[in-house]
């Protein structure tokens, strides 16, 4: 038998980047179990309840970086109840005594309080990067203490997360000795900011790249820290409210033509057209451009701009866009890969928006495009099937039709023929989501010929336990499926219980499941947690005093080695 | 805050000489609607059957809100959100909280009233269109009426006859009339709300929206 010295396995081992690969290699022996787990330094853990904190710290106690996510992705639409779980006390507690040496927490769908920031900010000496997406639970008080206590902190990145405004002072607290920060982001805070605070901070950190506004920063003050920060790379504004006949507004023309590193421009908070010559000079260069909290700039005026940005390799905007706006990508930037059209008329009637000859435009003009997001009014099979002759690179195509169930408004048919083209073509896709009018038949072409796909999203679709059969059957890659709202039922989730094993989470509302189905998934499976989510009056019932017909409103499966939780709420029972 | 049923009236518009100049005869109509009323296509989309702007309708003497569904469940205070099955599913269509709120939050504007003593706010976005708008500022302040000109309504103080204009400010610090923009674009550019004596409206020039790209 070859021997190999623990030290070359760990040299071959350092090579190893990706989480699979180091999984995959801790599987060979006891050996190399330990040798990977001392020198793993990236840790990532899809499901927060798939395994318990303290194990993950002592399998790897020289961690460096963490990576968590806590609730379902159906939790960033308000179909997970706000206190179902998630909580990263747990994780930021165990790591304070297993992990002194963590430097990178990144957290996602989670509920993190003032106190785990207070802990998190105390307990690791080196600590340098802090991401939060759509977190919630926190304040500006917690920000404080992360200022405060974190010595040489590179990066704060707050995407997206509801932030409790306890007034402007966390900023003040990074002291005078703080030099380091790389990134920050705090866009998604609703409160005022102390901009004299911000910009002596600005001033003393001579690495900072990324920094990202919120809608409380005037114009004048985005041009004072320009002018103490011309070399940033990515930029998101703060309020873009300004009158172009004003000193301000001059001054920020003269900012942006100091700027010369920026590739990525974001913010936009009330801009009107009137702003947009001032980015001009910097157009050229963008390879990233979100205008997607804009709903003012539109027409041609936000054809004008897109028309400088040659360059664009990422851009998300609203539907007034409209067609002919995308058109004008289409002509423009042939380096796209990622494209968002997001909805600007989420209660209402709608007004110009997008449709399929938008989307087949912009196939046909950017061939390198591999990740879509595009929310419209109406889709054809015969522009999705042009679709995807034209972009056979997509890893992730999410379409929604603002319409459920909405079908082919040319021939009235379901979209079936559509996505099985896109399924067929893209050979690398990862992620689907569908929409409009759609049978059984759609699952099975993707069960077919989505061989790659690790994520799906069903709403409003399917007419039988079939369509998720073939999906389950046929994806041997799958990792995460939610469904919401489709004729699928204890059938189907019966029908191969050994598969949920393979795969990360499902995802099931407001379908045809019952809780007989679901006791009877938990009774085979004691590896996987099937929790029932029950919001309804009958939530003071017993579970025990239900039948089994009883029709479970919200089911959630997953893999775990931890059984059970010990913080679900009442609502959610664990069969 | 009013708590009685949507204050959307429902008389049909009286076809009445206005000013008296046929060019700058005020409408509430898109543009390029001319002197005719709005068509209905141009007013609906999407969850047609759910969204109340109907001149039609509103002829009829239907209230605004009636063909939404929730009509019957109490005040509503000239909020008229379409309101079919459709558009009140949970987390469809499926957008994150944060950019619902975010493209949401910003709309609350200033109404103010030339000779009264006071400010009221009003959120732009909880209103469908011009007509509910209208509507609501007519019960914010209760004392006046609304009287109804071809496509265009005005409000009226009854005590004097004064009648007074729906102006707004945009946010190029100009303030132009109420009406000749489409919702969408008046949401998203108004600052703040004036309702202006007409006497002093009849100097406010229409502006076309492509005037702005061309300084």
Redesign the interface.
Known sequence: MTYFPEEVVEHIVDFLGSHRDRNAVSTVCKAWYQVERLSRRNVFVGNCYAIRPERVMARFPWMKSLGVKGKPHFADFNLVPYDWGGFAQPWIEAAARGCPGLEELRLKRMVVTDDDLELLARSFPSFKSLVLVSCEGFSTDGLAAIATYCRGLRELDLQENEVEDHGRQWLSCFPDSCTSLVSLNFACLKGEINTNALERLVARCPDLRSLKLNRAISVESLNRILARAPHLVDLGTGSMMVNHHTEAYHRLINAFLGCKSLRSLSGFWDASSCCLQAVYPVCVNLTALNLSYAPAIQGDDLIKLICLCFKLQKLWVLDCIGDKGLAAVASTCKDLQELRVFPSDIYGAGTTAVTEEGLVAISSGCSKLNSLLYFCYQMTNTALVTVAKNCPHFTRFRLCILDPGKPDPVTDQPLDEGFGAIVRSCKNLRRLSLSGLLTDKVFLYIGMHAEHLEMLSIAFAGDSDKGMVYVLNGCKNLRKLEIRDCPFGDDALLKDVTKYETMRSLWMSSCDVTLGGCRALAAKMPSLNVEIINESDEADEFQENLSDLHKVEKLYVYRTVARGRTDAPDFVWIL | MSTTETGCSSTEPEVTGGLGYAETELTLGLPGAGGSRPSETD??????E??G?NLEAASRGEHCGARSSDSSDGPVSGAV??SAA??Q????????????N??RS?TYVKVAVDGAPYLRKVDL?AH?GYEQLLAALEEMFSCFTVRHYPDERRLVDPVNGTEYVPTYE????DWMLVGDV????F???CKRLRLMKSSDAINLATRM??E??N?
């Open positions: 007013r609906k989309r999407g969850f047609a759910a969204v702007l959100k379409p459709k558009a599913v949970v987390g469809w269509p499926p957008v994150r909280s944060f950019r619902r975010a493209l910003c976005e469908g945009d946010k190029d610090g489409p919702w969408k674009m949401v998203a550019s929206p492509q702005c790209s300084k």
